[in-house]
């Protein structure tokens, strides 16, 4: 069963950074679909960057094109989001998820269907103005 991990949210004031982790355990597969989500309260949660491990191919968000970068180390098992530029739109609860079952392409065109496998708790992050 894979069991994901979130750290690295916070507070931080528009036009901060912040760099999100993930740690991954519980499988050790390169060929898997790897991303950060987000919701914010009273809104859908949404996602935000997609990685497919074994080739590195990224979606992201339209939102956050530009400020942000997923990064996958497959020899550590871990996922990061780099994000700069913050603007308080960004403020949500952010969610790490993986899942094996998305193919390559559906992983990085950010076309994949079906609810994500596996979640982690969540990590906070709140941007002020």
């Known amino acids: 069963q894979i069991q994901l991990a979130e750290s690295g949210g916070g507070s931080v004031q528009a036009g901060g950074s912040l760099r999100l982790s993930c740690a991954g355990s519980?499988?050790?597969?390169?060929?898997?679909?790897m991303g950060w989500f987000r919701q914010a309260p009273g809104k859908d949660r949404e996602a935000v960057a997609t990685?497919?491990?074994?080739?590195?191919?990224?979606y992201y968000a339209d939102s956050v094109k530009g400020r942000f970068t997923i990064l996958r180390d497959n020899a550590k098992n871990t996922l990061s989001l780099e994000m700069n530029s913050l603007k308080p739109d960004d403020t949500a609860m952010y969610y790490c998820?993986?899942?094996?079952?998305?193919?390559?392409?559906?992983?990085?065109?950010?076309?994949?269907?079906?609810?994500?496998?596996?979640w982690g708790q969540g990590t906070q992050v709140t941007v002020s103005s």
């Open positions: 519980g499988y050790t597969y390169s060929n898997i679909c």
């Open positions: 990685i497919y491990s074994s080739n590195q191919r990224t």
């Open positions: 998820a993986a899942d094996k079952r998305i193919m390559p392409f559906d992983c990085y065109s950010g076309s994949w269907r079906s609810e994500w496998q596996s």
